[in-house]
């Protein structure tokens, strides 16, 4: 049974895994029970040395948009526990959780010993790219897709010409043995909101016939460059 007693966890340099009591303290408001659930299991995973369903516990929880796990996951794969060595998956998950204001994780990416704030915004630059914004969108939210070409210059420069940079991105897959790339727009919360939004875009955007996608979706095809 888990319990406040598991001690705290410290990652090879010193840098805190955020403990059990600290976790119930400052988030159990924010976790739906399902979720709560997964997380104490990492947790508690994580101190028994077994990595490996911790590493799992922390993705599924990652993906949904937990800062903490977002962070933990990150140590894994920086350390190479229960994960291969990865320190580019672990910057993106350090970038995700300080993204959301998270002063550890904005500690970890700044070399240069940069002030770190709790605010989101000192952080915000850290994703700027169409990739990241395709990734760091809530999986649980819907997007419009514009356009799809196996011709990666041709959305590059759809992207560029409509100044989309902050609203939309573009992500590759593979189908059928062929790279595809294809843009995306906005971050809806339903359907019908998704919907909605497509009779409000400019005639430049809706010229390919826009179609709704669940974000989810797409993070589990997508192909990191």
């Not at 990150?74 to 995700?96: E, F, H, I, K, P």
């Not at 727009?185 to 998704?194: E, F, K, L, P």
């Amino acid at each position: 049974m888990l319990g406040t007693e598991l001690p705290e966890l410290r990652d090879r340099c010193g840098f805190p895994v955020f403990n059990l009591a600290a976790f119930i303290v400052l988030f159990s408001l924010f976790y739906t029970p399902f979720s709560m659930a997964s997380a104490l299991q990492a947790l508690d995973a994580q101190a028994k040395g077994d990595f490996k369903t911790a590493v799992n516990l922390w993705q599924q929880l990652a993906n949904d948009g937990d800062a903490i796990a977002q962070y933990n996951l990150a140590l894994l794969y920086q350390q190479g526990d229960g994960v291969n060595a990865d320190n580019n998956m672990s910057n993106y998950w350090l970038t995700m959780a300080a993204r959301q204001g998270m002063v550890e994780a904005y500690q970890r990416l700044n070399t240069n010993g940069v002030q770190a704030t709790q605010q989101p915004l000192s952080v915000t630059s850290l994703i700027s790219g169409p990739q990241e914004w395709v990734a760091s969108q809530n999986p649980k939210h819907y997007t419009l897709q514009l356009a799809s070409s196996t011709n990666k210059e041709l959305i590059e420069k759809y992207y560029s010409l409509n100044n989309l940079s902050g609203k939309a991105g573009y992500y590759s897959s593979m189908r059928q043995g062929e790279r595809w790339y294809a843009l995306v727009y906005g971050s809806y919360n339903s359907v019908h909101s998704a919907k909605s939004a497509i009779a409000d875009l400019p005639q430049d955007l809706r010229k390919w016939s826009p179609w709704v996608r669940n974000i989810r979706s797409i993070h589990k095809i997508m192909i990191t460059e």
